[in-house]
């Protein structure tokens, strides 16, 4: 069984700090935390903010040219269909570490 404090430290691990675009990751319908290719949290974004630490509070300092975004969990119903699951192989093994970026956009 998770925590709530479970579910907080995946949000603030996975809302900040990114080099995205922001266009793009404003197209997004979700965004899943994931590690070893099994998604450990869903969320909604509601905006993209700059990296800096009057958005973000936890940062030490300003990230210039990366992003985050203020959110919630996506509804029981969404997490659901997607807590726990594998990603579809199409997308295992490319969130890497040693990658140019982590983020990866997939369109349905």
């Known amino acids: ?3 709530r404090s479970d579910d907080d430290s995946i949000y603030e691990a996975v809302r900040k700090a990114w ?24 969320f909604l974004a509601d905006e993209w903010l700059p990296a800096t630490t009057e ?20 509804t029981p119903e969404i997490k659901n269909k997607y807590l726990g699951k594998r990603l579809p192989t199409y ?3 490319k969130g890497k570490r040693g990658m140019a970026t982590p983020i990866l956009y997939s369109y349905a």
């Open 1 to 3: 069984i998770r925590s």
């Open 19 to 42: 080099k995205i675009s922001v266009p793009r990751a404003r197209k997004a319908d979700l965004i899943f935390a994931v590690t070893d290719d099994l998604v450990r949290g869903v």
């Open 55 to 74: 958005n973000f509070p936890a940062l030490l300092e300003d990230i210039p040219g990366r992003h985050g975004f203020n959110g919630v969990e996506a």
């Open 91 to 93: 997308l295992q093994g």
